[in-house]
């Protein structure tokens, strides 16, 4: 992560909540309330770095670091409200959200968001470059960290991914973790569940309540031996 | 004579050897090649099936690691079905990576038009930050990739079963060759182009530059080439797309009164089979066709 344009902050005054994410949200849309259940991907988000990841704004170019690669890019305020609360970058920066001089656009840039692993926007990119940086890590010996990527149930519609699906799962990278959030907002569905396209290509998966931390805690903690895993999280669906 | 493809599999999985950086990511084009390397180097050579824009994708994935990929297919299927993911999973995300590709315009006539690629220079084009070579001999070829493999840029090496009879020093920055002075005008020949253009314009009194990198485009070489006769006359001969590099050639010689020919592949569909030699011919790029189109402009 070079060139960025925004520092991190050294020492947090308290500890992340997650019931401050919704004032740091407000900052972006000026709005004055903005509770969390209004972003689908906020709980997932939260739990993955509060729990989860083992990456902090201090390890955020360390080659042992986990990866998260936001792949769906669009609607990325609770990413940066997130990243904000775990010191990423100070909080006054998600004032200039989208702005000529700010580093937060509405698809987030890798080269100018500290702590993006990869800019997104265009659907379909981050489960194959998930599967790449698994693929290097691998071939240097990394074995230990961990990579996700968070995509949407709409962007599963991108045949992109279905390539990485399918070779992912035979070559058995366990180091890859899909996260999908599904608020039924693809135009076709996904007749016979998500979870089964995994499956089928050799995947472990589960589905869960996208608002239930518990839960989702446990989904993305549980072993996988040899296989990748998918979990995905269901929220209410699109209104 | 080895081809430039069998040049590069053996070169690659040699450097497989050395450099620790290097991995090569396939879409089941060349994996017989790659086998004994794949063995040997099981998660340095990477084959994910047929399966292009994961190709790209996942060879970006691993330079956002650290390392250095190699992504190879066939032309059409390495930059125009994927073309996006070179855009966005290599330029956008900032990493470099090196694209080698194999069957150029027409390697392989009788495969027909879904197996051709004129346009592969042109479309990279439209890109910032590519070098783009183009060999002309398969010892060229090794050169450029031993290059590229050193570097951390973007760059795509477009090999072809077109070749020059004698490979000439190539690389290190050394922009286009002389290879033969006159005064009644400037050709410069692009890669596998060289030798009919060396019999396109036998007795003619004209210079001919030699081109293996195309981008950068070598300005101030062409600028010298023209600055030594009386006129800024420019004939370009490439095996792409005609034209690919005529608004190069004009940026170069801004400043000076100048005409540019350019000679390549034409656009419209020819729906041919047949053999390599046939399509040169059909496109102009036979030495005949190739002395024809260069007196008349040059009136030489």
Known sequence: MTNT???PVRGLRHSPDFHDLGRLISLMTGAEKHAPAAHSTMDALWVLYDRVLRVTPATADDPGR?????????????????????????????????????????HPD??????????SGSLGHGLPLAVGTVLGLRA????????????????????????AIAHAGPAGLEQL???????????????GGIASRFEAAGWSAVTVDGRDHEALHTAFTAPHPGRPRAVVARVEPKG | MDTMRDRFIATTSQLLGEEPRLAVVLADISADGFAPARRAHPDRVINVGIREQLLIGAGAGMALTGMRPIVHTFASFLVERPFEQVKLDFG????????????????????????????????????????????????EAEALLREAVDGDDRVYVRLSLQANREARPVGGGT????????????????GPMLDNVLAATEGLDVSVLYATTVRPFDAAGLRRAVGAGPGADVVLVEPYLAGTSTARANEALVELPHRVLGLGVGRAELRRYGRMDEHLAAHGLDPQGLRERITGFLRA
């Open chain 2, 92 to 139: 956008h995300q900032g990493v470099g990576g090196i694209l080698v590709s194999a069957g150029g315009s027409y390697d392989w006539p009788a495969g027909g038009f879904t197996h051709m690629a004129p346009g592969d220079v042109a479309l990279l084009d439209t890109l910032d930050g590519w070098t783009v070579h183009v060999p002309g001999h398969p010892d």
């Open chain 1, 66 to 106: 986990d990866r998260f690669l936001l792949s769906k890019g669009h609607g990325p305020m609770a990413y940066y409200a997130v990243l904000a609360a775990h010191g990423f970058f100070g909080e006054d920066v998600l004032r200039g959200f989208g702005t000529y001089g700010s580093p937060l656009g509405h």
């Open chain 2, 175 to 190: 922009g286009f060759s002389v290879v033969r002075e006159g005064r009644g005008g400037s050709v410069v020949a692009v």
């Open chain 1, 110 to 119: 890798r080269l100018l968001v500290p702590g993006a692993e990869i800019g």
């Open chain 1, 177 to 191: 973790h899909t996260l999908v959030i599904d608020n039924a907002s693809a135009t076709h569905g996904w007749p």
């Open chain 1, 140 to 163: 240097q010996g990394l074995t230990d960290p961990r990579v996700w990527v968070l995509v949407g149930d709409a962007e599963l519609d991108e045949g992109s991914n279905h390539e």
């Open chain 1, 5 to 7: 344009t925004a520092a």
